[in-house]
């Protein structure tokens, strides 16, 4: 049966400016013909977030894997007026340009701009790691646990999300102060979308889809992380004591390793 895709004629008539866009990268020393991974990070986080360990130790166990910095983010070029659309634009034209189809790995609100990212490009898999779809709730979490930080972020200002909600107590100080020093700022328009908890549209050939945070998470409620894997039909994965940057954490390599995993498992994404 042939699937009848609707043009989006606002796609057409108001397409998303193009922009200058990060890219990193870590290639395995054999070629195993694995799927590449495309890494997206959460508002604030730029591609650094991923290099730091999570692309190295996937490209040990043979996976290509390359990480995004949305624009207005990390070395990305500035755009304090960035749309979710556009971060969605930016995933999906750096995925077709990988040599492969690529499986695609959202953190935080980067996990909701690859849900969309997945109704416009055939991907091979999705992850989506202490996902941040947005709603009241999720809102609500975050004035009650860091309002100072927050509440600016309603009014169009900057969310500063701080060291108790991002890391477990095991991640040495200096090096929390390190990840923390690096945040930038989301576009306010992307930020304003949160609060909406846009849906976004059936993904292109219902690829397999896992979700993983901790049920210790200060930014996504264990209910999200619920309610989202249901979404998907199944269950989250769930690494107790870590904090909301499972790939900065102290025990990042348990969160990449349980991907990998179930990425060479998973028959639809791992061939």
């Known amino acids: 049966m042939t699937e009848l895709r609707i043009m989006r004629g606002r796609e057409w008539s108001r397409p998303v400016r193009p922009a200058r866009r990060e ?15 495309l890494f997206v990070p959460g508002f604030g986080h730029g591609a650094w977030a991923f290099a730091e360990h999570w692309l190295g130790h996937a490209a040990s166990r043979g996976f290509p894997a390359y990480a995004v910095s949305l624009r207005g983010h990390g070395g990305s070029e500035p755009a304090p007026e960035a749309t979710l659309r556009a971060y969605a634009h930016d995933v999906v034209q750096v995925a077709a340009s990988l040599p492969r189809q690529a499986v695609l790995v959202g953190h935080g609100a980067g996990a909701l701009v690859v849900a969309h990212a997945l109704a416009r490009y055939p991907a091979r898999g999705a992850v989506l790691v202490a996902p941040v779809f947005g709603g009241w709730g999720v809102l609500g979490a975050a004035l009650r646990r860091n309002p100072a930080g927050t509440l600016p972020a309603v009014f169009g200002g900057p969310l500063r999300l701080n060291r108790a909600q991002l890391f477990s107590r095991e991640l040495p100080e200096e090096e929390a102060r390190r990840h923390v020093g690096r945040l ?6 992307a930020q304003w979308a949160l609060l909406g908890e846009p849906q976004a549209e059936p993904a292109v050939g219902s690829p397999p889809v896992l979700v993983l945070g901790s049920p210790d998470d200060r930014v996504v409620p264990a209910s999200t992380l619920t309610r989202v ?5 199944s269950a989250p994965l769930l690494f107790p004591g870590m904090g909301h940057d499972l790939m900065l954490d102290a025990r990042w390599a348990e969160p990449i390793d349980a991907i990998l995993d179930w990425l060479e498992k998973e028959p639809a994404a791992a061939h």
């Open 23 to 37: 890219v990193l990268s870590a290639l395995p020393e054999l070629e195993e013909g694995r799927p590449p991974l």
């Open 184 to 189: 930038g700022r989301a576009g306010r328009r």
């Open 229 to 233: 894997a249901r979404r998907y039909g």
